[in-house]
């Protein structure tokens, strides 16, 4: 990788064996949106129980007013209110105080977002993932789930406050006001546009927006990831999709559901309403996976809502359950704007080796070489403290306890210390394991595999 890529999205005539050669050629133009299934059916029938309408109602409305709520505050409490003001430390972006060349051929690395997410008890796991993902040119937003103790979310603040690198960078934040989400209904797509608006509104300089649990772990340290995505146009959004509906249609898609995790403040059970629905005819749904790794360009079309149809996708999802793999996929597959910048794969390794209707197992250290080969950035399936954890760390990251990712920007000695005195942040030093991911994306850029999988309808 010694040139910096093109600023579009290639066609190839050729299979290409770099990330540079799968980025050279010029875009083929758009084909013309999907048009509108010719066949109508009218949904009124479907709900003829006066309480399932104000229920449906009363629930989208909710969300509406939560994802309004969402762009007009910034509900979110920085990790030290004293130092929030002060600039990023000059040491880690020179580049920001006078201009700097490296004469290198390289193209600038980009930043990343980070929505990193857990519940009661988490407040170490969310650490831990922090660590293992931190760099200083990225942006970090914590959340504690709702029904965590405010004093372990107190704690948790504490030590990030603790940590000088985050004090330097300025670059780690946690939500004081606390969402309520249930993974299984609609307050899940609440909570990720919350997060990404919140994001939107500390930075203007991050290209990608990634949401982790603390079921994830990263597979690559930073300066590979930052490294390998520096070649790839910023508008390119990383999602696993697929207009086959197949059960989802009976089990998620037509039953009428309301979340309380949009209007309650206390644990509850989903209602399901006695009425279902039928399909829409307006637009395709697309179902997926609820680990995405998404453009800007794209989080704000989601989250500023200029176009009507993340709205409207909005309240028909708000009333469906487990919703979050079905959003996302949804609105880009039928927008003319994003509809061509979608790569059918989120980079993330999970052992999938169920039916569709069961949860993946929990990864163990018996899928350690298969998850490394696969070349994924991230992995899901992990178990609190698992020994596979503690290999990752020691063999891939080359991370220590309680310790962050060393990098580029880390100048400091060998061993615990190796972070302690700080360089340029813009500086990467990518591991051979770099090659796996870029060797994946390879292969997904390919022509025979890339434009053939973009919102294919079936």
């Known amino acids: ?75 979110y409490s920085s990790p030290s209110s004293s130092s929030a003001t002060l600039p990023p430390d000059p040491f880690l972006f020179p580049t920001r105080v006078v201009y700097h060349d490296y004469n290198s051929s390289d193209p600038t690395p980009p930043s990343l977002a980070y929505l990193l997410s857990g519940s009661k008890g988490d407040s170490g796991r969310i650490l831990r993932l922090l660590y293992a993902t931190y760099h200083p040119r990225n942006q970090y937003l914590l959340h504690l789930h709702r029904f965590a103790p405010q004093t372990e979310r107190d704690l948790l603040a504490l030590k990030v406050q603790s940590e000088p690198i985050f004090r330097a960078a300025q670059n780690v934040h946690l939500i004081g006001n606390a969402d309520i989400v249930y993974p299984k209904g609609s307050s899940s797509i609440s909570f990720t546009l919350h997060g990404a608006s919140i994001l939107l509104r500390l930075s203007s300089n ?71 629905r039928v399909l829409p005819n307006a637009y395709r749904l697309f179902t997926g996976a609820s680990f995405n790794i998404l453009s800007r360009s794209f989080m704000e079309f ?94 891939i990251l080359n991370r220590h306890r309680g310790k962050v990712v060393p990098g580029g920007w880390c100048l400091g000695g060998f061993g615990n210390d190796t972070c302690s005195v700080w360089g340029d942040a813009d500086i990467l ?11 994946l994306l390879v292969d997904l850029l390919s022509n025979d595999t890339f434009r053939s999988r973009q919102c294919i309808y079936k």
Request: proline residues 10%; contains cysteine.
């Open 1 to 75: 990788m010694s040139s910096p890529s093109s600023s579009t999205i290639n066609h190839h005539t050729h299979r290409p064996t770099t990330l540079q050669e799968a980025m050279q050629n010029p875009d083929p133009p758009p084909p013309p949106p999907p048009s509108s299934s010719s066949s109508s059916s009218s949904s009124s029938s479907s709900f003829k129980d006066h309480l399932t309408i104000l229920l449906l109602i009363f629930a989208s409305s909710l969300l509406a007013l939560l994802l309004f709520l969402t762009l007009s505050s910034s509900p």
């Open 206 to 276: 991050w290209d990608w927006f990634i949401s982790l649990t603390v079921d994830d772990y990263p597979l690559v340290n930073q300066d590979d990831l930052l490294h390998i995505m520096s070649f790839l146009p910023k508008e390119l959004n990383f999602v696993n999709h697929s207009s086959y509906i197949g059960w989802k249609e009976a089990k998620r898609l037509k039953p009428v559901i309301v979340d309380p995790g949009l209007y309650r403040s206390e644990p509850n059970v989903m209602f399901y309403a006695a009425q279902k």
């Open 302 to 395: 989601c989250v500023v809502g200029i176009d009507n149809l993340p709205r409207t996708l909005l309240m028909y999802f708000a009333n469906t359950a487990s919703s979050l793999s079905d959003y996302f996929p949804t609105v880009i597959c039928n927008s003319r704007k994003f509809n061509k910048t979608i790569l059918n794969h989120n980079l993330l390794y999970a052992n999938f080796d169920t039916t569709p209707k069961e949860k993946p197992p929990r990864l163990s250290s018996n899928d350690f070489d298969v998850m490394v080969q696969n070349g994924a950035a991230f992995a899901t399936g992990f178990r609190s403290d698992d020994p596979i954890l503690d290999r990752i760390d020691r063999e």
């Open 429 to 439: 030093r990518p591991s051979p394991r770099a090659r796996g991911l870029e060797k």
